[in-house]
């Protein structure tokens, strides 16, 4: 019988007008179809559609997309057993196939390069990011993820791919009326979990380091901490120990952690002028730990847009991602032994 257009929709996320549509431009209906009856579409008629999905959320146009989905449905239907003169898939001719413009994860990037994508890739990851996040495919928006970081540096994904993605999706939520709360939660989720990956599989591959870490945290009432997740694996990446501690960190907890710890450098972020707060940053530079005789002060980085552009004397202003780790991975290499 085959699932109807409606319950086909709401399993890969996708409205029953884009199906239609992709019906319509691109030959990727119903291999059947019943004069009077609703559409079924069957087994197979699922898994281009699957695919068709999975290729769009790479970045792929649909049109290209459409292409390389039913070139493999004829290859697979040429080498299946059947009668002679067959038909090709879905019984009417396609166009002709063209393989599908996926970023290649083996150009000019290796693992962990923090170089700077053309355009035209950053756009169009961007865009398979954001079609898998409003589908709310997370494997999918898993797997671009991924991808990204794998083909393009945790640094330059971060900068082009995911942050641009995080922010559209967020005006998208603040221009709707509170719609598509769930697409952005479900990304940054998502970024969070890519992340931390990066900083587990950094850490897990040193040993015996004992260099004092870079403490990185956000002011107090400061809830966004994706950025600051972001600086934290790069710098694992970069081979930098660090101590994170997160989201809304209270000033006293704060000024201990540098009292006990004696950080390389003090990282603070901030997202909006609300949460800056000038006079514990300045309090933090001003603190001196170790022992008598041979104590020392950590450099502090004012980081996040909520700081504006200056910097008082004696703070550091990084202006992103990029060179707040070109800064503390500096300053880390300057208070080794």
Same mark, same amino acid.
Not at 101 to 124: C, D, E, F, M, N
């Given at each position: 019988?085959?699932?109807?257009?409606?319950?086909?929709?709401?399993?890969?996320?996708?409205?029953?007008?884009?199906?239609?549509?992709?019906?319509?431009?691109?030959?990727?209906?119903?291999?059947?179809?019943?004069?009077?009856?609703?559409?079924?579409?069957?087994?197979?008629?699922?898994?281009?559609?699957?695919?068709?999905?999975?290729?769009?959320?790479?970045?792929?146009? +649909?049109?290209?997309?459409?292409?390389?989905?039913?070139?493999?449905?004829?290859?697979?239907?040429?080498?299946?057993?059947?009668?002679?003169?067959?038909?090709?898939?879905?019984?009417?001719?396609?166009?002709?196939?063209?393989? +599908?413009?996926? +970023?290649?994860?083996?150009?000019?990037?290796?693992?962990?390069?923090?170089?700077?994508? +053309?355009?035209?890739?950053?756009?169009?990851?961007?865009?398979?990011?954001?079609?898998?996040?409003?589908?709310?495919?997370?494997?999918?928006?898993?797997? /671009?993820?991924?991808?990204?970081?794998?083909?393009?540096?945790?640094?330059?994904?971060?900068?082009?791919?995911?942050?641009?993605?995080?922010?559209?999706?967020?005006?998208?939520?603040?221009?709707?009326?509170?719609?598509?709360?769930?697409?952005?939660?479900?990304?940054?989720?998502?970024?969070?979990?890519?992340?931390?990956?990066?900083?587990?599989?950094?850490?897990?591959?040193?040993?015996?380091?004992?260099?004092?870490?870079?403490?990185?945290?956000?002011?107090?009432?400061?809830?966004?901490?994706?950025?600051?997740?972001?600086?934290?694996?790069?710098?694992?990446?970069?081979?930098?120990?660090?101590?994170?501690?997160?989201?809304?960190?209270?000033?006293?907890?704060?000024?201990?952690?540098?009292?006990?710890?004696?950080?390389?450098?003090?990282?603070?972020?901030? /997202?909006?002028?609300?949460?800056?707060?000038?006079?514990?940053?300045?309090?933090?530079?001003?603190?001196?730990?170790?022992?008598?005789?041979?104590?020392?002060?950590?450099?502090?980085?004012?980081?996040?847009?909520?700081?504006?552009?200056?910097?008082?004397?004696?703070?550091?202003?990084?202006?992103?991602?990029?060179?707040?780790?070109?800064?503390?991975?500096?300053?880390?290499?300057?208070?080794?032994?």
């Amino acid at each position: 019988m085959g699932v109807t257009t409606g319950f086909l929709a709401r399993t890969l996320g996708v409205s029953p007008t884009t199906l239609r549509s992709w019906d319509r431009r691109y030959g990727l209906g119903p291999a059947v179809r019943a004069d009077g009856r609703q559409r079924r579409w069957s087994p197979q008629d699922v898994a281009m559609l699957r695919e068709m999905c999975r290729l769009t959320a790479t970045g792929v146009p +649909p049109a290209e997309a459409a292409r390389a989905v039913l070139e493999r449905a004829r290859g697979e239907s040429a080498d299946a057993p059947g009668p002679p003169g067959g038909t090709a898939a879905h019984g009417r001719d396609a166009p002709a196939p063209r393989a +599908p413009s996926v +970023p290649s994860a083996v150009g000019g990037h290796s693992p962990g390069a923090s170089g700077t994508l +053309p355009a035209g890739i950053a756009r169009q990851e961007c865009r398979g990011l954001a079609r898998a996040a409003v589908r709310l495919d997370a494997s999918a928006v898993q797997e /671009q993820l991924t991808a990204s970081v794998r083909a393009h540096g945790l640094v330059a994904a971060w900068e082009e791919v995911m942050a641009p993605t995080l922010r559209a999706a967020g005006r998208k939520w603040e221009s709707s009326g509170d719609r598509y709360v769930e697409v952005e939660h479900l990304l940054s989720w998502h970024v969070s979990t890519v992340l931390r990956h990066v900083y587990v599989s950094s850490v897990a591959s040193r040993h015996g380091q004992d260099a004092s870490p870079v403490l990185l945290t956000c002011l107090p009432d400061e809830q966004h901490t994706l950025p600051l997740e972001a600086l934290n694996a790069a710098l694992a990446e970069a081979g930098v120990p660090t101590l994170m501690l997160g989201g809304a960190v209270p000033v006293e907890a704060v000024d201990s952690a540098v009292r006990r710890v004696g950080p390389a450098a003090v990282a603070l972020w901030s /997202q909006s002028r609300s949460t800056a707060n000038l006079p514990l940053a300045q309090h933090i530079a001003a603190t001196r730990w170790g022992i008598r005789g041979a104590r020392r002060q950590s450099p502090v980085l004012l980081c996040g847009p909520g700081w504006g552009r200056g910097a008082p004397d004696g703070l550091l202003r990084p202006t992103g991602l990029r060179d707040a780790v070109r800064m503390l991975v500096s300053l880390d290499a300057s208070s080794r032994p």
